[in-house]
């Protein structure tokens, strides 16, 4: 198993432009989620999905659009980049069990810096 | 609104010393509780997990923590660290009941052992 895959591993963007992070797992993981780390702050959920089609907004979704098209993949889309959005982005997936979400394993983050 | 508080946001060790590390949250149900460790240049893996039962959990590499419901606290300690245990370390908290599978992250301990 390859577990949680992210591409790419770093981006530079200018401010206005857009673009697609992608994030993939192999585990059959109903949940898949995303999150920004920044520097004293821990990680923000930026949006989730508990299942294909289904997807709900975290803390921090502003400027940030995902889809759930299928199980395995779950691409965040920055409409419009703008510097407040320069972090690492983490994806994340997780499975049920008697209920109850297990733990997420984590991808190996996207390091965006925008200009 | 759930929160969770980690105390120490750095924390400097000498190797062999003890070590604790601080996780409070907030919230009035039944929560999972959770340890991650982030190495340098590294994505999060998961140390250790509560979701009931014996509160006190054993995790990887020899670390352990203790779920205390009346203080709404899950500390983390090593009798032992080594100068590898160098690393970031986050506590998180779900809810069970009406479990969307959202984590809720503390800000992070920056942990360094000094050989």
């Known amino acids: 198993n390859a577990g949680v895959t992210q591409t790419p591993k770093f981006q530079v963007l200018k401010t206005g432009q857009s673009m697609t992070l992608q994030c993939a797992q192999d585990?059959?993981?109903?949940?898949m989620s995303w999150y920004r780390q920044d520097p004293g702050m821990g990680l923000r959920l930026i949006h989730y999905s508990v299942g294909a089609g289904i997807t709900d907004q975290g803390e921090v979704p502003n400027g940030y659009n995902v889809s759930r098209s299928t199980t395995e993949d779950f691409p965040l889309r920055l409409l419009s980049a703008a510097p407040s959005q320069t972090s690492v982005y983490f994806c994340a997936s997780s499975y049920l069990t008697s209920g109850t979400y297990n733990e997420q394993f984590f991808g190996p983050g996207t390091r965006l810096t925008v200009l | 609104a759930q929160s969770v508080s980690q105390h120490n946001h750095h924390v400097i060790l000498s190797e062999a010393a003890s070590l604790e590390l601080g996780c409070n949250y907030s919230y009035g149900g039944t929560v999972n509780l959770f340890w991650y460790v982030q190495y340098p240049g590294q994505h999060l893996q998961l140390l250790l997990k509560?979701?009931?039962?014996?509160?006190l959990v054993k995790g990887i590499k020899g670390f352990e923590a203790e779920f205390i419901k009346s203080k709404f606290s899950f500390n983390l300690r090593k009798p032992s660290v080594q100068w590898s245990d160098t690393a970031e370390y986050f506590c998180a908290v779900n809810a069970q009941t009406g479990n969307t599978g959202k984590l809720i992250f503390g800000q992070g301990t920056t942990l360094q052992v000094k050989p």
């Open positions: 585990m059959n993981h109903e949940y």
């Open positions: 509560y979701f009931s039962g014996d509160p």
